[in-house]
């Protein structure tokens, strides 16, 4: 990247927003020293951009029955989420020092019970599409215009019920259904190449009758403009997000052991310098 990338200048909030949540999921792993820290910073950019211009939500009416919903249909990558909730006043962020303890509100996956701008119990991988077109669908019967957008994983798309979702979102035309794929080309023990190779991932969208953009998922001007500029045409919008896993940690950036990551006290502070030195408010 990356590297690179995370010193572009802020265009809008969302640079800002996302260094501060880097900072939150460092600060939940000295609760809890283990977490999957890799696929979280692969798509903590679209999630920053996504709550800072993009997501019609409010934190003090989190139940707005027109709110659009955000689901992590990757669970796993859970910190990236809690962090930016944190950040933009959904809890408190005391609660981000109780991570992975017991009887806490922030678990290794989403709990939509336990914490309020959870939309779904995620975790199980291969389930958000479908449940992200079921809420697409059920919101246009009640004729709210509210959005729904789901982050998947590009390992995760070896699940066949994917394309289940894929299928239904083209069938009922959801044109309010974003799909973004976090494509860092990892899964949980090597390269989606070598694990299970998905691609051409925008060509089999494509052929399921979706509107397919390819994007830099580090790139938070780039992520605006295509989150913002999806069209009402009666067609769901897979956003392709080339990303790296592990992004803006030097220590696991790029890598496979990236994804469960158990820093010691050391690495934790060598994280914590690197990440703030892209702080611009302090
Ligand atoms: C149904 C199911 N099978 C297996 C797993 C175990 N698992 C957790 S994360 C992961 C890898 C997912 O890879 P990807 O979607 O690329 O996400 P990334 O690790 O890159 O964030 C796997 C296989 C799971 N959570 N759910
Ligand atoms: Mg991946």
Redesign the pocket.
Known sequence: MSADMVKEPIGTGSRELATRARLNVLRMLEATPAG?V???M??IDAVAVLYDSVLNVDSQRPDDPDRDRFLLS????ALAQYAVLAERGFFDKELLDTYGRENTALGG?PDMHKLPGIEGNT????HGLALGSGMALGLRRRSSDAKVYVM????????GSNWEGAAIAAHYDLDTLTALV????????GT?AEVMDMENIAAKFDAFGWRTVEVDGHNHAALHDALTGVPRGGVPTAIIMRTI?GAGLPAIEGTVAS?YWKPNRDELDAAIAAVSEHLTER
């Open positions: 999957h890799g696929g979280a692969s798509c990757a669970g796993h990558k996956h975790g199980a991988l291969g998947l994983g590009d390992g995760e798309l070896a699940e976090d494509v860092n080309g990892m899964q949980i023990s989606t896993k994804h």
